[in-house]
């Protein structure tokens, strides 16, 4: 009988599991190059298998979007973009945090923490998408905000917004800057687990992120535009910290550094404050669920590439096009989608719908159940099993998503 592992402590047993999912990182690395050397030699000459997305289904189960994130994930993370070793700048994240960031600029994954979630980096993404909305001569045009001009540097002015836009955090801010606050309280400010990323805006410069690593490490600034870094140490960071917070009420003090009266606390925004980090022209009206239900599409997406709400043909075994999605091939007219109106979806029970040109979110919906289904026909589990569960959650949520969006939409009409 197998003797069960014991641990001294949480920490002992941290270390086991961070081990773990390191060598679960690794295996996904070697897997990728393995799949790449197959793809860029005759090995699989006389297997009977005309492409390495065939050959990883029939063996393994694994469906190509899978092999094409094994495949961009080595690109992307290991040693020289082609070794079956990591890259000893991304050791430490986790397979499912590699293939969340592949869209991220190398200079944004390398400051965030290792321990950072998934809910966070899908967080910084959008920001990024946000800031990349404007274009270098929009930013230039900015006119500059008098009370961040006269912060000292820019960790105080990136600062400086972050709590103009976050009125609950300034509070917690403002209560840990009572009496003789030292870093600790600092921390606490920040990231009360000691890891963390805030972001905030610049005018006329462009957003920062600033990487929170722990209280025994430096800040790290770093401007996302240009992915050139600041770093600050904790004392410094105090200092700033303490200069927003100069008054012993909290409302007195917003006054003094801000100008102008504390903005109402019972807010429907959510704590936001009538200041936002973005002109009006890049801010966007729809409802916060109808805003993340866009939000897959712009991830699969090319930033170049303008795609239409018109589903696209799946593609044959052999893809493997950074995260392509797509439904197994089927003989029926979906899959021709240039010959179908707009708003056309087949429902189950054999139904077709028109609906209105600006509902295709019935379809939208459709395909993401129909993608999750026939994931679940496979009946064999083996060797890749976590990462068709992966697939089955991702997809899951982008399903969850439109539906959030398609029932604001119903309510809306209903209303009206």
């Known amino acids: 009988m197998q003797e069960l ?32 050397r197959a793809r860029d030699t005759d090995v699989l000459y006389g297997s009977g298998y005309k492409s390495i997305a065939e050959f990883a289904w029939q063996e393994y189960r694994l469906r190509d979007d899978v092999v094409s994130k094994m495949i961009a994930i080595n690109d992307r993370y290991s040693e020289g973009g082609y070794s079956e070793n990591i890259d000893g700048r991304y050791a430490g994240f986790g397979t499912s945090l590699l293939a969340e960031m592949l869209t991220l600029p190398d200079a944004v994954v390398e400051a965030l923490p290792r321990s950072i979630t998934r809910e966070t980096i899908r967080e910084v993404k959008r920001e990024i998408r946000e800031e990349e909305q404007r274009t270098p001569l929009e930013v230039m045009a900015e006119e500059p905000d008098p009370g961040q001009q006269i912060q000292e540097n820019s960790l105080a002015k990136m600062l400086y917004r972050y709590y103009q ?40 410069v462009g957003k920062f992120m600033l990487s929170i690593h722990g209280e025994d490490q430096d800040l790290e600034l770093l401007n996302t535009r240009t992915g050139e870094s600041e770093t600050y140490t904790w004392k410094e ?28 606390e019972n807010r429907e925004d959510g704590g936001k404050s009538k200041q936002e980090s973005g002109s009006p022209q890049h801010q966007q009206p729809e409802p916060a669920a109808e805003q993340r239900a866009e939000e897959p599409k712009k991830e699969i997406q090319g930033p170049a590439e303008e795609k239409t709400e018109q589903a696209e043909i799946p593609e044959v075994p052999g893809n493997t096009d950074l995260l392509a999605e ?32 600006e509902d295709g979110l019935w379809r939208e919906a459709y395909e993401h159940a129909e993608r999750i289904e026939n994931t679940l026909k496979v009946r064999t589990w083996n060797a890749g099993d976590y990462l068709l569960i992966d697939s089955l959650v991702e997809e899951t949520r982008k399903m969850l998503e439109v539906l959030e969006k398609l029932q604001i939409r119903v309510k809306e009409k209903a209303a009206g």
């Open 165 to 204: 836009e976050n009125l609950r955090e300034y509070a917690v801010l403002h209560q840990q800057m009572k009496g003789d606050p030292g870093v600790g309280n600092a921390v606490t400010a920040l990231a009360p687990s000691g890891i963390g990323v805030k972001m905030a805006r610049i005018s006329g």
């Open 5 to 36: 592992m014991t641990f001294r402590d949480y920490g002992e047993f941290k270390g086991a599991f961070d081990r773990a999912i390191m060598s679960q990182t690794e295996g996904f690395i070697r897997m990728g190059y393995l799949l790449k």
């Open 237 to 264: 960071c105090l200092d700033v910290l303490k200069g927003l917070c100069p008054a012993a009420g909290m409302k007195k003090s917003w006054e003094k550094v801000y100008g102008e009266p504390y903005p109402e």
């Open 326 to 357: 797509f439904a197994p091939a089927q003989m029926e007219i979906e899959n021709y989608p240039e010959y179908l109106p707009d708003g056309y979806v087949k429902i189950h029970n054999g139904m077709d719908v028109e609906l209105e040109r």
